[in-house]
C-alpha cells in the first residue's frame, strides 16, 4: 500500500522509499451505489493507496457520476463519503499541479475543477458530505458545494482550507463558499464560544 506525505496545502507528495500513489488509478475511485431509498453514495477509495486526492482522472469520475445522477429522475439524493480509515479527501495531487504548471495546463485544470463541483452544488437533490478524517483543500471544497456537511468527533477529523495560511486562494469555490456558509448573519446559530473563534 503506497503512502504520501500531505503538505501544509492539503496536498499529497510522494514519499521515497514507499510504494507511492499513481498519478492516475487503474481500477475507480469513486464507488457509486443506490439504496433501496434512492439515495445515491459516493465513495471515495483510490485503489493501492492510503489517501484520496483529486486528479484529472478523479475529476473526470466525479464529473461522470454526476452526468448518472442528474439523468436519474428517481435518485432521491446524494451521500459523498470516503472508504478510508483516517483520510476524507486530502487535497489536490501534488504531482499533477506541477507537471500542469509546468506545461502551461494549469489553468485548465483549475478551470474543470471549478465546472464539475459548480455541477454538485446545483444538483436539484439534496447532497450531504460525510466527513471522517483528514478534508482538506479541494476535498473541503467538494464538501462546501454540499448542501449539508456531519462530520464525525474522531481525531483524525481535520478540516480545513490550508493553503490560506500560505496566500494561495483555495480556486475550486472555497473562497467564496465558505464566507457565505458562515456569514455574521448565521452566527445567531452559534454559541458566543464559537463567535470568538470565528468558527
Not at 514507499?18 to 451505489?33: G, L, Y
Not at 439523468?71 to 504531482?95: H, P, Q, T
Not at 444538483?123 to 471522517?132: F, G, N, R
Request: with cysteine; charged share 20%.
Amino acid at each position: 500500500m503506497g503512502f504520501g506525505i500531505f503538505s501544509p496545502l492539503g496536498i499529497c507528495r510522494k514519499r521515497s522509499k514507499i510504494n507511492a500513489m499513481p498519478a492516475v488509478a487503474t481500477a475507480p475511485m469513486i464507488r457509486r451505489e443506490i439504496g433501496d431509498d434512492h439515495i445515491c453514495l459516493l465513495t471515495f477509495d483510490r485503489p493501492e493507496s492510503g489517501a484520496n486526492i483529486f486528479d484529472a482522472a478523479t475529476l473526470d469520475e466525479l464529473n461522470e457520476h454526476l452526468d448518472f445522477v442528474e439523468n436519474d429522475a428517481s435518485l432521491r439524493g446524494v451521500i459523498i463519503a470516503s472508504a478510508k480509515k483516517s483520510i476524507f479527501i486530502a487535497g489536490a495531487d501534488l504531482k499533477t499541479l506541477l507537471q500542469q504548471a509546468q506545461t502551461g495546463d494549469l489553468r485548465a485544470f483549475i478551470a474543470e475543477g471549478q465546472r464539475i463541483i459548480n455541477r454538485l452544488a446545483e444538483l436539484k437533490i439534496p447532497t450531504v458530505a460525510a466527513i471522517h478524517g483528514a478534508c482538506a483543500g479541494g476535498g473541503y471544497e467538494v464538501t462546501l458545494a454540499c448542501d449539508y456537511r456531519i462530520a464525525t468527533d474522531n481525531p483524525a477529523t481535520r478540516i480545513g482550507l490550508p493553503e490560506t495560511t500560505l496566500g494561495l486562494i483555495p480556486a475550486w469555490g472555497g473562497c467564496t463558499r465558505l464566507p457565505r456558509l458562515i456569514a455574521a448573519e448565521n452566527w445567531s446559530m452559534k454559541s458566543p464560544r464559537a463567535i470568538d473563534l470565528s468558527i
